[in-house]
């Protein structure tokens, strides 16, 4: 299993930025990518960005590509999300989620942490 703890939510302007965390511990090195993920009230989960644990390939949405940007330390086993611009349109529940073994293998999620981005 991988657990994943993220971090670094909170209450920001519009136009400001934010940095998330996720922390992954237990079978880190079976990773094959990381992923961010975002939940508006009363809204589906949506896809934000991912990176490929290896490689640092990544992609995003169309909703927050230029403004948002995945990275990964994997000394530290974190991945971060750099978000900039915010818009009150990014608020929710962030939540960061990991792929073991390929891009079909078992996935695990952190608890979310909450973003909320006034206007």
């Known amino acids: 299993q991988v657990q994943l703890v993220e971090s670094g939510g909170g209450l920001v302007q519009a136009g400001g930025s934010l940095r998330l965390s996720c922390a992954a511990s237990?079978?880190?090195?079976?990773?094959?990518?990381m992923m961010w993920f975002r939940q508006a009230p009363g809204k589906e989960r949506e896809f934000l960005a991912r990176?490929?644990?290896?490689?640092?390939?990544?992609n995003y949405a169309d909703s927050v590509k230029g403004r948002f940007t995945i990275s990964r330390d994997n000394a530290k086993n974190t991945v971060y999300l750099q978000m900039n611009s915010l818009k009150p349109e990014d608020t929710g529940v962030y939540y960061c989620t990991a792929r073991v073994g390929s891009q079909f293998g078992d996935r695990y999620w952190g608890q979310g942490t909450q973003v909320t981005v006034s206007s």
């Open positions: 990176i490929t644990w290896s490689g640092g390939n990544t």
């Open positions: 237990g079978r880190t090195s079976s990773m094959y990518s």
